[in-house]
Structures are given as C-alpha cells and as structure tokens.
C-alpha cells in the first residue's frame, strides 16, 4: 500500500472542514455528500498532481483556483508564516511564489524558504537574492530560489 500524499491529505482536509462539513449540516447527512467526498479526492489528487508537475500556467491556476476556494476574503490571501511551512504552501511557494503579492517581507521570504527572516537578510545583504524598491523581497525571486534549490534552472 502507497503511504497517504501529505498535498493532498491537507487539500482533502481543508476541503472537508471548509465546504462539505458545513454542506453535510445544512443538508442533514443526505448520502450526496458522501459522493462529494469521494469525488474531491480524486480530484485532490489532480490538483496535487497538476500543482507539482503540470506547466507553469496550470499550476498557477490550480495553486489560484485552491486558495481561492479555501482561503475566501474581501482582502488579498495573507497567509500565517507557518502555512508557508505546509505541504500546500511549500508547493505554492515553489511552483508560484506568493499568489497575491508581488512583493513579501523578509520574514514571508523566510518562511517560504525555510529559513529565518535574518537569513532572508543576509542573502539580500550579499546580493543572493534581491531587494525590491519598496522594501521586501519580491516573490519571483524567492520562487526562482526554491526552484533552483531544487535543481530547475528556469
């Protein structure tokens, strides 16, 4: 038996707390959403799939579409510094960089790295990655960083 995929046990999760708990409520246990949960993971894990190994473009709507979905506000998607550290952010963050932001703070940069916002720091300060104008990083460039860490040179 294949060991669960952590990208899509938290897409499923986040899926289940957000949209059918709430749906198996109102709807008072009506069997439709048991096919609901089937059907979200098996396109869970699509998603998954798409978001780590489809093109650029695909997992940019995909990486949009899911945090739209589960992330809903009136305000631009600021996520807590450690979901950066989960398995959808490190995927985002690596396929897309930050979703809504051109520009992150040191300490988001950090996070979407794995390092501390001083770490952020020092590799602006010997010219790793680059400092935008209005202060920050931008996300491009920590999305270059995790993609080259990883061994893509685009």
Not at 91 to 117: C, D, F, K, Q, W
Not at 125 to 139: A, C, N, T
Not at 143 to 153: E, F, H, I, N
């Amino acid at each position: 038996m294949t060991a669960p995929d952590p990208l899509v046990e938290q897409i499923v999760r986040l899926l289940d707390i957000r949209l059918l708990d709430p749906l198996e409520i109102l709807l008072e246990g009506d069997d439709a959403v048991d096919a609901l949960r089937s059907l979200v993971r098996h396109r869970a894990d699509r998603w998954a799939t798409t978001l780590r190994d489809g093109d650029d473009r695909s997992a940019a709507t995909a990486a949009m579409r899911l945090v739209m979905t589960l992330y809903p506000g009136d305000r631009a998607f600021d996520p807590p510094v450690d979901w950066w550290w989960t398995p959808l952010g490190r995927t985002v963050a690596t396929r897309v960089g930050h979703p809504s932001a051109e520009t992150v703070s040191y300490a988001t940069a950090g996070a979407m790295l794995g390092i501390t916002r001083q770490g952020v720091h020092d590799l602006v300060r010997r010219g790793k990655l680059p400092r935008h104008p209005d202060g920050g990083v931008p996300s491009e460039a920590v999305r270059r960083r995790l993609r080259q860490a990883q061994g893509d040179p685009s």
